[in-house]
């Protein structure tokens, strides 16, 4: 069964800490991606990866970075948590996009972050 | 630049009726591919249904059907007989077909079924 998991479903951190989220997935799937999802934006892109160590920015990628060294994990980092990053980010994984028919994301369960 | 929108912020539905969820896009791409995702209360997005912009034929998955209109720029999610367990939120997104797998999504409906 596919499965895509988030290293916490809650995470309450601090103005100014450096918060790492991480997200794996067990399907040997070649995209990774991170959204945020906010009341009535729906979800919004932040970074995509289609390859290890390969990167793209988003829509917002302002205030976030992001790691994939192996791949099946790809991880978010907010350098300097704000309060306007306080969000549900939701991690996601698909196959190459010529490998099949539909190419659908895989989501994960999400983490919900406040920063105080 | 691709858009999606999605006009019904909530909808109330009563058990076993049908439901339309509209979504109409907007993009200058002749390839593309349209998505409907459920997103219930634990918060984990559920793929339900996809529509290539070259399919002839509306997309169907059990009680989902798109009602997938190109002139119109429009693909709405029809849950036939809804079920208590449809309460959601339900996103429509689109994506490019050809060598970019990035999602434009658009801000979801929240359905409510009433008994």
């Known amino acids: 069964d596919v499965k895509v998991t988030q290293s916490s479903r809650y995470l309450v951190k601090r103005t100014g800490e450096k918060v790492f989220l991480e997200c794996v997935q067990d399907?040997?799937?070649?995209?990774m991606f991170w959204y945020r999802q906010d009341p009535g934006l729906g979800l919004r892109l932040i970074y995509f990866?289609?390859?290890?160590?390969?990167?793209e920015k988003g829509d917002i990628p302002e205030g976030y970075s992001v790691s994939r060294e192996k791949k099946e994990r790809f991880s978010l980092i907010l350098e300097s948590a704000s309060t306007n990053q306080t969000s549900m980010y939701l991690c996601?994984?698909?196959?190459?996009?010529?490998?099949?028919?539909?190419?659908?994301?895989?989501f994960g369960p999400g983490t919900r972050l406040t920063v105080l | 630049a691709q858009k999606i929108t999605q006009t019904q912020p909530g909808m109330f539905v009563q058990e076993k009726e049908a439901v339309t969820l509209d979504c109409t896009y907007d993009?200058?791409?002749?390839?593309?591919?349209l998505f409907w995702y459920k997103q219930p209360s634990s918060g984990e997005m559920i793929f339900l249904i996809y529509?290539?912009?070259?399919?002839?034929q509306n997309a169907t998955e059990g009680r989902y059907s798109l009602n997938f209109q190109k002139a119109r720029k429009s693909a709405n999610l029809v849950i036939s007989a809804s079920q208590l367990g449809d309460s959601a939120m339900y996103f429509c997104?689109?994506?490019?077909?050809?060598?970019?797998?990035?999602?434009?999504f658009g801000t979801g409906t929240r359905l409510t079924i009433i008994p």
């Open positions: 996601a994984s698909s196959l190459y996009w010529m490998t099949g028919r539909y190419n659908e994301q895989f």
């Open positions: 990866s289609y390859d290890v160590k390969m990167k």
């Open positions: 997104a689109m994506r490019e077909v050809f060598g970019n797998e990035k999602l434009t």
């Open positions: 399907m040997d799937h070649e995209n």
């Open positions: 993009t200058s791409d002749q390839s593309y591919g």
């Open positions: 529509q290539g912009s070259y399919d002839e």
